[in-house]
T-cell receptor
Framework: KQEVTQIPAALSVPEGENLVLNCSFTDSAIYNLQWFRQDPGKGLTSLLLIQSSQREQTSGRLNASLDKSSGRSTLYIAASQPGDSATYLCAVSTLYNNNDMRFGAGTRLTVKP | DVKVTQSSRYLVKRTGEKVFLECVQDMDHENMFWYRQDPGLGLRLIYFSYDVKMKEKGDIPEGYSVSREKKERFSLILESASTNQTSMYLC???????????????FGPGTRLLVL
């Protein structure tokens, strides 16, 4: 059974810092991996989706990488802003059923002005 | 823009009540999902549906049922609510196949359910 782990559970950084969020998964047979953002009390917003054949995806100040062989993904946020404060969740879809998405518990990010 | 709406943002119910949570999407997506989210546990899949009247159990279907009579609507039913079903419930939808963007799951705002 696929297990997804995100470390750290919480992270606090000063504004302007570059930061990396980590995600690891136990089964490398994945269909895709997504990073989501969740603001308090709200639903999830997809940030980046990486297909299993891809190594990275970029959107603005965000860059997500995927290393299937080691079971790892990172989300890099450049020049962090207070508006980036949220919980970031990583999710992987299994190769056998791409509707079966497994989520990590998330990293709660606080960017201090 | 894809829009996924959920019928209630907050609900308070009594133990033993039958509870209906409704989800509607406006993008003609084939797939719809119900998750629950609890602190420290992440999101866990309750049920998903890949077509009208079709459903598959997720990881934690016990105590829940679902209904999909129309493509745009997916309902989650708590047959007899219990206190351990107090949680945040999230609905999502996605398109089957196609481009990277089309495979993304789109989430509703969530329903926070409290069972007393």
């Amino acid at each position: 059974k696929q297990e997804v782990t995100q470390i750290p559970a919480a992270l606090s950084v000063p504004e302007g810092e570059n930061l990396v969020l980590n995600c690891s998964f136990t089964d490398s047979a994945i269909y895709n991996l997504q990073w989501f953002r969740q603001d308090p009390g709200k639903g999830l917003t997809s940030l980046l989706l990486i297909q299993s054949s891809q190594r990275e995806q970029t959107s603005g100040r965000l860059n997500a990488s995927l290393d299937k062989s080691s079971g790892r993904s990172t989300l890099y946020i450049a020049a962090s802003q207070p508006g980036d404060s949220a919980t970031y969740l990583c999710a992987v879809s299994t190769l056998y059923n791409n509707n079966d998405m497994r989520f990590g518990a998330g990293t709660r990010l606080t960017v201090k002005p | 823009d894809v829009k996924v709406t959920q019928s209630s943002r907050y609900l308070v119910k009594r133990t033993g009540e039958k509870v209906f949570l409704e989800c509607v999407q406006d993008m003609d997506h084939e797939n719809m999902f119900w998750y629950r989210q609890d602190p420290g546990l992440g999101l866990r899949l309750i049920y998903f549906s890949y077509d009208v009247k079709m459903k598959e159990k997720g990881d934690i279907p016990e105590g829940y049922s679902v209904s999909r009579e129309k493509k745009e609507r997916f309902s989650l039913i708590l047959e007899s609510a219990s206190t351990n079903q107090t949680s945040m419930y999230l609905c999502a939808s996605s398109y089957s196949g196609g481009t990277t963007d089309e495979e993304t799951q789109y989430f509703g705002p969530g329903t926070r359910l409290l069972v007393l």
